[in-house]
């Protein structure tokens, strides 16, 4: 009862999450004001709860790999990024909400097409995707938007190949992936284009039980659906997660990341000149340094947990800034620079702990392949507007560029 | 300097297989597999970086 009062009275002081960007270019300068003065702090979220955000790299990374923590979001305490949100997870509970061993089951399923030598395997096919839109790009009007020229059909068309999801449909899953990731949407809406989407992939799931296809969701439906390993609903769950997931946020590190490298000219004629070894980490160097996943990974304390001097009771809220973590000056010397050459880049951007991005390798040959074609294709690729007249993604759980009007 | 993995708690993320390729791989449900369970000298920055980079920390150097 003490603590509660005593809580509330601070609560004015408490700053509010998330907090909006100075530069869009870089996280909010009170993250890195928070990671040198109070590290482990609370902050106020939009349902008026007070969970723990956490700053620093090697705090955000122990307390995503600690099996105390868990990412239940039908627990109390669990920290949402919005009601919408909120409402979406619940509406379509996927294992990226769940805690083992349940989300090791269902994560299992899927697996075996992300793993690194099966993601290996697909570079013709995404060579030859980047290739012919690039094409497309080249004959079409200039200036156009990037952005819908390449970023968002490159991973839309590579996931719908994999998921077996027909890519004519694009407009509408991509309209309504917008609508469930964006964080001011009414959670009515969410949840109606959560339903929509739902919709949708059961018909699809139900066309994959009767006529075996040879890809994911195919193989969901034959092996675990069919045999009643797994519910046809608990099946439409993960293709929602992994389609929303698997195109939204490559999209966007193709648009920003290539807004980035324009920024830094000599650092993209290095790209440009495809060294495989350059490329590699450069785009690790990206992905750390623009960290689109930009507002946390949200957990909740399962247990007691002393960190950082601090006490997490079991039952309080975490938020793991995963986009402080990766501007953390004591794990990346000048980490508010682009360096491309940076060495032992153990970053973030993917999450730590048991839930880390399961299309990882599969994101970074979309990228490995993607900036270097780009950049070759139009040597003299520019943008075509003012820099400070591009409009960004803050409302959305992931960030980016809204448009990239672009020339050559 | 010797590895060794806990398979049960693997997730499957790769992460090990990218930072040490010669001495790691994923069987075909993308659990870890140690190829060299004893790394050259040479070899160990490389061991390290992948337990290091394994989100599940299911890689052990001794």
Redesign the interface.
Known sequence: MTITAGHAADASAEPTYPMPRGCPFDPPAELAQLRAEKPISRVRIWDGSSPWLVTRYDDVRSL??DRRVSSDAYRPGYPAQSPGILARRRNSTSFITMDDPEH?RY??MV??D????RTESLRPLITKIVDDLLDEMERGPRPTDLVEAFALPLPSMVICQMLGVPYKDHDFFQMHSRAILDITMDPAETVRASDELRDYLTGLMAEKEAEPTDDILGRLAQRYVLTGELSRDDAVSMALLLLVAGHETTANMIGFGTLTLLQNPEQAAEVRDGDPAVVNRAVEELLRLLTVVHTGRRRVALDDIEIGGVTIRAGEGIIAATESANRDAAAFPAPDELDIHRE?N?HLA?????H???G??LA?LELQIAYPALLRRFPELRVAVPVDDIRYRDKMVVYGVQALPVSW | MKITVDRDRC?????C??NAPELF??D???TVVVLEEQPTPDQEPAAR?AE??C???VITLV
């Open positions: 995503l790999a090791a994560r299992k697996i075996s992300f793993t690194v030598r032992s153990h993917f999450g730590f702990g048991v880390q991005c399961l990882q390798p970074r | 997730i499957g993320a790769g992460q297989v990218l791989d994923q075909d449900e993308g970086a290091h980079a989100p599940a920390r």
